[in-house]
């Protein structure tokens, strides 16, 4: 055993160590949560850490096997990724929930490849996560996945013919979905007539980017970023009276309740995500009233994927006969084994793995109308 899992053990055979949320009962199961809780990326993990909430109240009101969370933050920074990792296993825990981006996720998922610790991240979905690492797994669509989807989308319901594309060139979420999308539109003869970049979710003027597009006569403009930037690049292509569609990924949900944001600049945008708020699914609907009800707002698609994955290692665990007693590293191994054939009906779709750690699930394009999203049939 390495000296960590012997250090951790002994920590928590002895009571030796304040454990945050895993100072319940023994023989809880310890999962742990780690993403960004401050900084610029916050929304993100705060919103997984409230889904990650609500699944955990609904499991433990049902009885029988108990669940504590520790909810550590690592800023969406992959050094303070490592430092969370470790005060998570410091505390007890024996698998992991995240981490939530993709720059910690990578540093997070090659040390607890190492030391053998299961992760499942809600929505870190670079491909490079999971590569060569059989223990880590994802509830999110890959980016490639992602870029593949949306290419598919637009040519079935011919949204566009002529596209642009503005993409973040310093982010992995972003170039991974841009470079598949463009692979795709090359199959599918899909005419790409602008491309244009920028290196920062900061970045405030877009003009140059939007001019790109309306220049080359892009009637669709696709945008594999996250919904702040986004929200700029919507306000300022109406400012030049510049209105193609608009078609963005997962990293789009939330746009409709960014702070100051005015959602008529959003209306007829498209997004391809597994969630919305909106849908009348009944386990959906559910979902939010419990989340309205604990944190005053509507979730996002963050929260449905952190709701998912803590009911699929709660199902895996049950069913391989984990308890709060057992190790991390044999916890991982028994993990490992049942999401092989694991199935979970979520708020995300029906969920199962590969043994590559990819999640198969059906995407969703919803349209922006009358300012909440509907599904695009």
Known sequence: MKIRKLFAAVLALCCMVSMCSFAAAEDALKIAVIGPMTGGAAVYGNAVANGAKIAVDEINALGGMQIVLDVQD????????????????????????????TAPCLAV???????RVFMLTPSASSADVTANKDNAYQVCFTDPGQGVAAADMIVAKNMGTKVGIIYN????????????????AAELNLEVVATSTFSSDDNADFS????????????????????????????????????????????????????GFDKTL??????????????PDEKTQSFVKA???????????????????????????????????TPFDEACEILIAQFQTLQVSGLTGELTWAATGEVTKTPAVYVVKDGIYAKVD
């Open 74 to 101: 690592d800023e969406a920074d992959p050094e303070k990724g490592i430092n969370a990792y470790n005060a998570v296993l410091d505390n007890g825990a024996q698998m992991i929930l995240g981490t939530v981006t």
């Open 169 to 184: 060139n310093a982010d992995p979420y972003s170039t991974g979905i841009y470079q598949a999308f463009v692979a795709r």
């Open 109 to 115: 998922s090659a040390q607890a490849f190492e030391d």
């Open 266 to 279: 959003a209306e007829g945008l498209m997004l391809l995500t597994p969630f919305a708020a909106s849908s």
């Open 208 to 259: 140059v980017q939007i001019a790109s597009c309306k220049d080359a006569g892009a009637d669709l403009v696709f945008l594999p970023i996250y919904y702040t930037p986004a929200s700029l690049i919507l306000a300022q292509a109406k400012a030049v009276d510049y209105a193609p569609v608009f078609f963005g990924g997962d990293g789009m949900d939330g746009i409709l309740a960014l702070e």
């Open 291 to 325: 989340y309205v009800a604990a944190f005053g707002e509507e979730p996002n698609q963050f929260a449905a994927d952190a709701y998912d994955g803590i009911y699929a290692m709660y199902t895996a665990a049950k069913n391989g006969g984990i308890t709060g007693e």
